[in-house]
């Protein structure tokens, strides 16, 4: 009960949060004409349009104009030069009731933040503050809910900087707190370092939790395909095709998944395995929130197989898999799980006659069925290499326990009864564990290999 107490205070609500009333937003994007930091597979007015989909995920936020301003060097203080800034700031002021701004870069620093919210007279958010706002929105689980809170401490502490100069300059000079010889600014680092430090606890104890239902799942040998992909990309729709199930309701909007969620369903087999729905990913996703959402993404490590899907209608998509590839290598995963990928190119009936460019790549609607049973064929292939199962029929004889212990211990596909002499050939699919010890309690047992 203390542990819950404690949770639910780590979990109130957010002092970030920009509140529930209606935000009428400016979109503005910096667009680099040259140099680094212009990426060569996208275009301002594809970047603008995905920072509008992020708005437009927000309940009660309406996107009020879309403005694409040039700069040579977007981490400068005003980031953009002198005659650009006057002209945008005159656009957002003859706005009817803007209430924000909408900057679409990964960060900007708490004293840019100052700035231009004096000279622009509203709210002005970056990419970070809108995604994080959105896994606010969308987060149903304690631990998700956690590790959004996680990735808020950057924040709160850009921002208690700005705050402590503030003072400084206010009472020329920092204070004592009543004599505790701490100053203001070291009181709120400190609350702050505690904070951070009860919600790493907190998601300790459910990873831990959910490294023990790993386990069991281990126990039980069910192997695990992680759907990954970019946001949007369909991975929900494609699992809901893969198995049937009609409690999972996709919907067409960034960041609907924020937990993994874990469904079952057959290969062509029989074989049971079990599909993880993970987090999308996005372009510019700032690294404290990937960091934050590691706990979550940490279960694509004890996958058998990944399956990537791309929305292969979208002008962006060789983006898109770059930044889902990136994502991947950073999280350290066996070398074998990349090398084994399977590429899904979805959203195929939008594009008449389609054919993948890229080699081994496998071209499905979830929405309309199409190359499902090819992509399950693959991933069962995939799935008996990487968990070293085998196909084998064996001759038993049916007044032996042994047809009881195969459809406990394997999973059984065909039985093909030879009533004449009281025997039968069992097809099965069964690990190397439970195939050794199938010889050592049956050693007369005839085994064909498949």
């Known amino acids: 009960e203390e542990d819950e107490a404690a949770l639910e205070e780590l979990l109130g609500p957010s002092p970030l949060a920009p509140g529930p009333g209606a935000q009428r937003v400016a979109i503005v994007h910096p667009a680099v004409k040259w140099g680094p930091q212009k990426s060569p597979l996208t275009t301002a007015e594809l970047q603008i349009a995905e920072a509008t989909a992020l708005v437009d995920t927000l309940q009660n936020w309406t996107v009020l104009d879309k403005i694409i301003i040039p700069t040579k060097n977007p981490s400068k203080k005003f980031v953009f030069g002198k005659g650009n800034f006057q002209v945008l700031t005159e656009k957002i002021k003859k706005l009817p009731h803007v209430t924000a701004v909408f900057l679409n870069l990964e960060r900007i620093s708490s004293l840019t933040k100052k700035e231009l919210e004096g000279a622009w007279g509203v709210q002005v958010f970056d990419r970070y503050t809108v995604v994080l706002h959105i896994f606010r929105c969308n987060a149903q689980t304690k631990e998700a809910k956690l590790q959004v ?15 402590a100069s503030q003072r400084d300059q206010q009472r020329g000079g920092s204070r004592y707190i009543m004599g505790s010889g701490e100053t203001f600014l070291e009181t709120q680092h400190r609350v702050l370092k505690e904070r951070e430090l009860k919600i790493r606890n907190a998601l300790e104890k459910l990873r831990r939790k959910r490294a023990l239902l790993r386990t069991r799942r281990r126990k039980c040998e069910f192997p695990m395909v992680s759907v990954m992909g970019y946001t949007n990309c369909g991975k929900t729709t494609l699992i809901k095709a893969l198995t049937g199930e009609a409690e999972i309701q996709p919907r067409d909007q960034l960041f609907a998944t924020l937990d993994i969620t874990a469904h079952a369903g057959y290969l062509p087999s029989h074989m049971a395995v079990i599909y993880v729905d993970t987090i999308g990913f996005l372009t510019d996703l700032p690294h404290n929130l990937v960091e934050s959402f590691s706990a ?6 004890y996958s058998d197989l990944i399956v990537h899907v791309r929305d292969i209608t979208h002008p962006e998509t060789m983006l898109q898999k770059a930044t889902v590839l990136s994502v991947l290598r950073n999280l350290n995963l066996p070398s074998h799980l990349l090398d084994s990928m399977i590429e899904v190119h979805n959203k195929v009936d939008l594009i008449e006659r389609y054919k993948p460019a890229e080699e081994n790549a496998l071209a499905v609607s979830a929405l309309h069925g199409h190359g499902l049973e090819e992509l399950k064929q693959e991933i069962e292939k995939k799935i008996l290499i990487a968990t070293g199962k085998k196909i084998l029929t064996v001759n038993i004889n049916l007044e032996g326990p042994q047809l009881s212990w195969l459809y406990k211990e394997a999973t059984v596909q065909e039985v093909d009864v030879m009533p004449e002499d009281g025997t ?9 564990s439970a195939f050794g010890r199938y010889r050592n309690l049956f050693p007369n047992s005839k085994i064909f290999m498949s």
């Open 296 to 301: 979550t993404l940490e279960e694509v490590a």
């Open 149 to 163: 809170a996680l990735a808020e401490i950057p924040l709160l502490r850009s921002n208690l900087k700005n705050e």
């Open 424 to 432: 039968a050939r069992v097809k099965v699919i069964i690990s190397s």
